[in-house]
């Protein structure tokens, strides 16, 4: 936040454009948090039912859900060849990356995603209400 104004200081927009580079859906172990819409919406594109689908790709972490991983860390619809597998029907957390709370805190914070996201600071225009709506849909 501007401490004159009180805008943020990416009240001029910032720019994204995914490059499906993996590098936001793979590598070190966390969490994508889903609720019970997304999973149904999930188990709609890959063709199982909404049971199948939790025993196969949810676990339960208290009383949230997340998607599993594989050993290494990567999301379990991560394909190196192919991308996500599950790009239309992705959760919020994916749709809402990088302006993710965290990432909008300080331009510091902005240039440590742009050093590991190619699209951050590339592509499409998003205006200061377009970030603070996807940042307001995040699930932390």
Excluded: H, K
Excluded at 87 to 97: G, K, L, S, V
Aim: aromatic share 12%.
């Amino acid at each position: 936040m501007n401490s004159e104004t009180g805008a943020p200081w990416y009240r001029d927009g910032l720019r994204f454009t995914c490059t499906q580079c993996g590098n936001c859906c793979t590598g070190a172990p966390g969490y994508v948090w889903v609720s019970v819409e997304e999973i149904e919406r999930l188990a709609e594109r890959t063709g199982l039912s909404v049971e199948q689908f939790g025993q196969q790709y949810v676990r339960q972490v208290g009383r949230r859900y997340s998607l599993i991983e594989r050993p290494n860390g990567d999301c379990i619809f991560w394909d190196r060849a192919a991308g996500c597998t599950v790009y239309e029907a992705r959760p919020i957390q994916c749709r809402t990356w990088p302006f993710w709370t965290e990432n909008l805190e300080s331009p510091q914070d902005w240039d440590e995603v742009r050093r590991t996201c190619p699209g951050s600071g590339q592509g499409q225009w998003y205006s200061v209400e377009e970030i603070e709506a996807a940042a307001s849909r995040t699930i932390s």
